[in-house]
C-alpha cells in the first residue's frame, strides 16, 4: 500500500508536468496491466498487476483522465472476475474485452462510441507491436510496453502525446 501511494505521488508529479494531457488513457491488459496471460488462469487464482500499474491508474483517476481497457483476450469470463477482485473494474468507462482477427481497431471504435472522444484525445498502452500500430494510425497516440505499465511508459506516453497535439494544434499553443 505504502508502495502504491509513493507511485501515485510520482505519476501525480509525472502528469502535472504537461498542458496537453489527454481525455483518456487505455490500457491492454495481459503482459501490459498484468503480467500473464488471464486465458490460461482460472476464477480461483488470485491475480495482481504490475507493481507501478495501480499507482498510476489511481494517479491519472485523480487528474480526472478517463480510463478504458482494449484486450484481444478470448476469455472475458475470467478477466472481468480478476478486474473485480482487483478492485480496480469500476475505474474504467469502457471495457472491452473480446477476440478479433483486427488489431484492435473494432475495440477502439466502440470504445469512440461509447465515450464520443476523439481518437486523438486518447492514449494507449499495449505490449503487442501490431496493436500498437494499427491504433496509432487510427490517431491515438500509442506506446509499446516491454515491461508492463510503469512510470517512465507514462512519461514517455504523455510526452508522446503533448508533442503529437502541439504540432497538431501549432498556433493556438498555451504557454
Ligand atoms: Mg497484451
Not at 66 to 90: F, M, N, Q
Not at 99 to 105: E, G, N, R, Y
Request: charged share 25%; with cysteine; hydrophobic share 35%.
Amino acid at each position: 500500500m505504502a508502495e502504491e501511494q509513493k507511485v501515485k505521488k510520482e505519476a501525480l508529479e509525472i502528469i502535472g508536468q504537461f498542458q496537453n494531457l489527454p481525455r483518456l488513457v487505455v490500457f491492454d491488459l495481459d503482459y501490459t496491466l498484468w503480467p500473464f496471460y488471464c486465458e490460461f488462469g482460472d476464477e480461483d487464482e488470485n491475480p495482481y498487476l504490475y507493481p507501478q500499474a495501480k499507482g498510476i491508474l489511481l494517479a491519472l483517476k485523480e487528474k480526472e483522465i478517463d480510463l478504458a481497457i482494449a484486450s484481444r483476450s478470448p476469455t472475458p469470463e475470467i478477466a472481468k472476475p480478476y478486474l473485480d477482485k482487483l478492485g480496480i473494474r469500476s475505474m474504467f468507462v469502457a471495457e472491452e474485452i473480446f477476440s478479433s482477427w483486427t488489431h484492435k481497431t473494432e475495440h477502439f471504435q466502440r470504445i469512440h462510441r461509447k465515450t464520443g472522444i476523439p481518437f486523438s484525445s486518447m492514449l494507449f498502452f499495449d505490449d503487442e507491436n501490431r496493436n500498437i500500430e494499427s491504433v496509432s494510425k487510427m490517431g491515438a497516440t500509442s506506446i509499446y510496453v516491454s515491461n508492463g505499465v510503469n512510470l517512465n511508459a507514462l512519461r514517455q506516453g504523455l510526452s508522446e502525446f503533448s508533442r503529437k497535439s502541439e504540432s497538431s494544434t501549432s498556433g493556438s499553443k498555451r504557454k
